[in-house]
C-alpha cells in the first residue's frame, strides 16, 4: 500500500492562492488525484493525473486549479488559484495502481492521504 502525505493547506482570502503538495511513499501509481470533502457534503475529486501524464479536472476548478507531478520526488501537487470560499474543504490526496479509469470516483481508489484543510474566507 502506497503511502500518501499531503501538505500545504492553510487560510487564504478570496482571490488568493494555494498550492497542495502529496508525497507518495513509492511511484508505483497509475493514477493519482485530489478529492475534497466540505462540512456536510460528500467527498467529491477535484483534478486527476495518470501515468502518462493526462490530467482531468471537475467544473467548479477548471480554470483556476492545475494538477501536476514531479516524478523524480513522487510528489503530486495542486496549485489553486482565484480561491473560492466554497472551496473550503479538506483536501485528500488519492493514488490507484490498478489501471481504473482516472476520475473521480471515491471507489475507484486504494490509498488516501490523511487530508489537508483549506479555508477561503470572504
Known amino acids: 500500500q502506497v503511502q500518501l502525505v499531503e501538505s500545504g493547506g492553510g487560510s487564504v482570502q478570496a482571490g488568493g492562492s494555494l498550492r497542495l503538495s502529496c508525497v507518495a511513499s513509492e511511484a508505483s501509481s497509475y493514477c493519482m488525484g485530489w478529492f475534497r470533502q466540505g462540512p456536510g457534503k460528500e467527498r467529491e475529486g477535484v483534478a486527476f493525473?495518470?501515468?502518462?501524464?493526462?490530467?482531468s479536472y471537475s467544473n467548479s476548478v477548471k480554470g483556476r486549479f492545475t494538477i501536476s507531478k514531479d516524478n523524480t520526488k513522487n510528489t503530486l501537487n495542486l496549485q489553486m488559484n482565484s480561491l473560492k470560499p466554497e472551496d473550503t474543504a479538506m483536501y485528500y490526496c488519492?493514488?490507484?495502481?490498478?489501471?481504473?479509469?482516472?476520475?473521480?470516483?471515491?471507489?475507484?481508489?486504494?490509498?488516501w492521504g490523511q487530508g489537508t484543510q483549506v479555508t477561503v474566507s470572504s
Open positions: 488519492a493514488a490507484e495502481s490498478a489501471r481504473i479509469p482516472c476520475t473521480g470516483v471515491v471507489a475507484y481508489f486504494g490509498d
Open positions: 493525473i495518470d501515468i502518462d501524464g493526462l490530467t
